[in-house]
């Protein structure tokens, strides 16, 4: 069992930089594929990162390469997506999620936190 706990969101220009944290507690985090998903207004959760295990195969979305950057420290038991010019589009609830695959389907996911919001104002 591992429980996720995210913080950071917050109402940000566009432009901005944001990092959001992920903490985890309980056994065998670093056997755990990290992932970020989102979710906006009227849209359905969509994939954003993940890192493996190892932290040796990273894979974003396509709207987000070049400006967000996932990273992870096992010992810490703590996950970070770091969100570099933000655009009004990436307004979203995220979520940190935990999983036994390297993967971009939330099926493959099978621990989640709570989600915190991120507001990008124009």
């Known amino acids: 069992q591992v429980q996720l706990v995210e913080s950071g969101g917050q109402l940000v220009q566009a432009g901005a930089r944001l990092r959001l944290s992920c903490a985890a507690s309980g056994e065998k985090f670093s056997s755990y594929t990290m992932a970020w998903f989102r979710q906006a207004p009227g849209k359905e959760r969509e994939f954003v990162a993940f890192?493996?295990?190892?932290?040796?195969?990273?894979v974003y979305t396509n709207s987000v390469k070049g400006r967000f950057s996932i990273s992870r420290n096992n010992a810490k038991k703590m996950a970070w997506l770091q969100m570099n010019s933000l655009k009004p589009e990436d307004t979203a609830v995220y979520y940190c999620a935990a999983g036994s695959f390297d993967s971009d389907s939330e099926k493959k996911y099978d621990y989640w936190g709570q989600g915190t919001q991120v507001t990008v104002s124009s």
């Open positions: 890192m493996s295990w190892t932290g040796g195969n990273n």
